[in-house]
């Protein structure tokens, strides 16, 4: 005879395993994360992205394009970062310099647009917008 909490740690087990496959198939996810922000020796802002495609698609190329905000809450900039290609499931640190704009002046960073989106084979996906969560650990804001 099986004990009743044995039953329920069984049936609990079960419902882990069986909802296990649902979690995966809904992990059409592309995480970008300000990482970090640092004044270079220049007089300028090293910011570091943490890219991660929790995705199965496989990109030859992606790139974002994103609006610069100042202190005053004016655009000061739009240009495009390049993140190059993303294996499915990868995840992927770059860096870029932002010349002449210490990281104390910048109180935001907004993804405008995607500038490129494009799969191994040549195809456009959406995922790289549909797919966007932007998050920050830094003092600047960044957002979709």
Do not use: H, W
């Amino acid at each position: 005879m099986t004990s009743p909490l044995r039953l329920i740690a069984s049936l609990a087990t079960a419902s882990c395993l069986a909802a296990a496959p649902v979690i995966a198939q809904d992990a059409d996810v592309f995480e970008l994360d300000l990482n970090g922000a640092l004044d270079t020796a220049e007089g300028g802002c090293r910011l570091t992205y943490v890219a991660t495609n929790l995705s199965d698609q496989e990109f030859e190329r992606t790139a974002f394009q994103v609006g610069v905000f100042d202190a005053d809450g004016a655009v000061t900039r739009l240009l495009v970062l390049e993140f190059g290609a993303l294996v499915a499931g990868k995840t992927k640190i770059l860096q870029f310099d932002l010349a002449g704009s210490p990281c104390a002046t910048i109180s935001r960073i907004v993804v405008n647009d995607v500038a490129a989106c494009t799969l191994v084979g040549g195809a456009t996906s959406e995922l790289c917008l549909k797919g966007l969560v932007a998050t920050s650990r830094t003092a600047i804001q960044f957002g979709i």
